[in-house]
């Protein structure tokens, strides 16, 4: 006895090849490895016979046209069109059809450049910024896991500027300096303050086991906390509150827990 592959009540099955019966979609289907509804497989093949047939016609449409050629055709009968044109002292149509073909070739190519640009630029992110930062990161212990995230948010801060990462604020537009309030935050400083901002994306052990100076694992561990009574600095407390205000309430919370 053949095997359905469908049935539509649970009743139909077989006593004894109940457990070979899965429900789906208010029918119950055969669990058989490689197995397939015939109604599926048919409107597959009908699909497929749809499609082959539409290819056939349209090569035998296009058959022995040759593109180079019918370009060719077209262009002399846009001249032809121009000459009659001119001839009957119709000189601003032909200006105007003139400047709308140079207007749809210049938007054409510069739909190429512009990809050809993002593209680039989509490359030099991902060497510049994203090695930068996992370079830097692994010498932190990140997790193989974490390089995700971690790009991911080193893209929500870094913009290439000339050519070289740059730090930005929340905005996007205000630059995000380092320790000193002069310079730019450098990607090495960055990477050692998600060392606080998010120890998640680190082995436990990284930055020497400094995590576990009272503070749960949540402060920075390889720069002292200036809100800490310990290494209390009101001078870096300012420029972090100036500089960086959300790392400034994390590092100022981690410091009273």
């Known amino acids: 006895m053949s095997l359905k592959f469908k049935l539509t009540s649970k009743n139909e099955i077989p006593a004894d090849l109940a457990s070979h019966y899965i429900e789906r979609d208010g029918a119950w289907f055969l669990d058989a490895e490689g197995a397939a509804d015939k109604a599926k497989l048919d409107e597959f093949r009908n699909s497929n016979a749809a499609l082959l047939k539409q290819l056939d016609e349209h090569q035998k449409r296009f058959e022995g046209i040759d593109p180079a050629e019918v370009r060719k055709l077209a262009e002399e009968k846009r001249k032809l069109e121009e000459q009659q044109l001119l001839k009957a002292g119709e000189v601003e149509k032909v200006l105007e059809t003139r400047v709308k073909a140079a207007k749809a070739d210049f938007d054409r190519q510069l739909g190429t ?145």
Do not use: C, Y
């Open 113 to 257: 450049v512009t990809a050809e640009r993002d593209a680039l630029n989509s490359r030099l992110v991902t060497i510049q910024i994203d090695q930068g930062v996992l370079t830097a990161a692994a010498k932190r212990g990140l997790r193989p896991t974490a390089i995700p995230d971690i790009t991911s948010r080193a893209r929500n801060t870094f913009k290439l500027v000339n050519g070289l990462p740059t730090a930005f604020e929340d905005d996007g537009q205000t630059v995000r300096f380092g320790k000193d309030g002069v310079k730019p935050m450098a990607i090495e400083e960055w990477v050692e303050a998600q060392l606080a901002d998010a120890p998640h994306l680190f082995e436990s052990n990284a930055g020497g086991g400094a995590a576990g100076n009272g503070s749960s694992g949540a402060a920075n561990r390889s720069v002292k906390n200036p809100f800490r009574k310990d290494s209390w600095n009101l001078t870096e407390q300012m420029r972090l509150q100036r500089t960086d205000p959300q790392r400034a309430q994390q590092l100022k919370a981690t410091a009273t827990n």
